[in-house]
């Protein structure tokens, strides 16, 4: 079933014509880099892996925001900008206009309590409803301030807090603050623009969307595309999240979450725009994909979870399976009202299992990662530069990261780095400060801090 979310053969052309489609991440010779000489994954007997040796797993969700429930608020405006599509002619007048706070904080704790991390959109202007950090007509300022705060004090320790654009429905004129007055596919943010645009203009539009955050209280790192936002300036878009980001939030490694990788593509985060040099000047924007559909109750919540889809039962089949027995990052794609399923909650039941049969079977080998911690540490793995020489190795780190991990081809004895290191005798007890024998090889977690790193072992 195509969704927002799927990959059309047909590409930019239908996007353009639907504004709703999440196309599949595909190399681009003007965006993807070539990695400085001297850095990456292997040298001189050095090897880095995956955090703690483990898969990275993570969930992605989509059209969420404070308390209003996108699915029966977009599909109105989306069947009066494109009027033909069967999909926006469903009874969205039968569907709840909220997601109420009760059930943030269910799925909210019962995800912490499971150690799950992921990314959680906050839409600025969701839908034209109302503004985040100012009023939300339909419900009291008291309620909207409770709705942040919780927000604030739950999600955001697990989970990055990205905007979707500033409505995901229509496009907003940042001189007045207004939607467009004209209505269609063009001015709808999941087909904008329809023609290039500079970095500088795509930057002003995402830059707007983080300050209302920002007003907020709410960390962010990186951004959402609503659908196909950018498709025509692909290159362009990567740029301007890291002008963007980097201008409101001062963060060093922006990154965004755009496309959906199926198949056999890779599903490692893509590091885009490389320039600079050194451990000081580098910069970049790191593209992180997810690696599944959206199989649970769909942006409108109304459809039937197909959770074996992800995982079945005894997690012996599923494209989550898939990924984490090829060693790739793990990261499943959702929309908020198809986890509320109007109500029923039947998308969060097929969460549940889903990660109940990952943790039963694979429990010592994944890792649950926020999305910005897969990308820093994607650009830590790529960029950093190793050097070993006799029983002494030096990283010259341009990102500090937490868990960085590496394999060290024949190495007897303590590692040491300024304190000594612990040394466990099982893979699966291995975290940062600690290090595990392989048979002549040593693995090593630290958590490596931007710049030099010396190490060396007895």
Known sequence: ??????????????????????????????????????????????????????????????????????????????????????????????????????????FGEWCADRGVRGKYSIVPYPACVGWVDREMPGWSRHQLQESLKLVRELMV??????????????????????????????????SYPQEKKSVDELASYLAYALRILERCELPCEGITTPGGFGNLVKSELSLAVDQAVRDVYAVDLPHYFKYVRTGDQSTEPILEHLRGVGTDGLRLTVNVPAGTGDWFGGWQGDRVPEADRYCNQDATAGRMVELIERRQ????????????????????????????????????RTLWMKMSEIGRYWAARELTRLNRIGKQMTFDAPFAVDNFTFRIANANGPAHLDLNLNEVTDMSALAAGTWYQAEQDQIVCINLPRGRTLLQWD
């Not at 969700?61 to 494109?82: K, R, W, Y």
């Not at 905007?163 to 939607?179: F, N, S, Y």
């Open 1 to 106: 079933m195509q969704t927002r979310r799927s990959f059309l053969a047909t590409g930019i052309s239908v996007a353009a014509n639907s504004g709703l489609v999440r196309l599949v991440a595909e190399d681009d010779a003007r965006i993807t880099s070539r990695r400085p000489a001297g850095t990456g994954r292997e040298a001189q007997g050095l090897e880095v892996l995956m955090p703690r040796n483990r898969v990275p797993l993570s969930f992605v969700i989509d059209d969420s925001t404070c308390l209003v429930n996108m699915g029966h608020f977009c599909t109105p405006q989306f069947a009066e900008a494109l009027p033909h599509r069967t999909e926006y002619k469903k009874p969205w007048r039968e569907w709840p206009r909220e997601i109420p706070d009760q059930f943030v904080r269910k």
């Open 157 to 190: 320790p697990n989970w990055d807090i990205h905007p979707e654009m500033i409505t995901h429905t229509r496009v907003i004129d940042l001189k007045t603050g207004r939607p467009m007055n004209t209505i269609n596919a063009g001015t709808m943010e999941n």
């Open 329 to 364: 990052p793990a990261i499943m794609l959702c929309h908020w009202p198809g986890i509320y399923s109007n109500g029923t909650e039947a998308g969060f039941k097929a969460f549940q299992k889903i990660v109940t049969s990952i943790e039963a079977r694979y429990r010592d």
